[in-house]
């Protein structure tokens, strides 16, 4: 096992650390490991989803919808067999 020395912990985070290891009954040690466990694992739960990002940014401004954009026919592909033909 690893341990960690913090230096120079403001005293109002430390009373704050030490009422909420006593509101759930555990040692401050145990509290400062339950509060990284769970800040170190809510991203793992959440794959990466660029749609869900980009949902989350805009989610301030209301719920809109974006209007419908017609999509055309796709066109045919360039044949470039043409430009090597040298007959």
Do not use: C, W
């Not at 690893?2 to 145990?30: C, F, H, M, P, V």
């Not at 989610?59 to 360039?78: T, V």
């Amino acid at each position: 096992m690893n341990s960690i020395t913090i230096q120079n912990l403001d005293d109002d985070l430390n009373d704050r650390l030490e009422k909420r290891a006593k509101y759930y009954g555990r040692s401050l040690e145990e509290e400062v490991k339950e509060i990284l466990r769970a800040a170190l694992t809510a991203n793992i739960e959440q794959p990466l989803n660029l749609a869900t990002a980009i949902e989350q940014r805009f989610a301030h401004l209301g719920n809109f919808k974006l209007p419908n954009i017609p999509r055309e026919p796709m066109r045919e592909p360039p044949n470039f067999e043409d430009m090597y033909d040298r007959t």
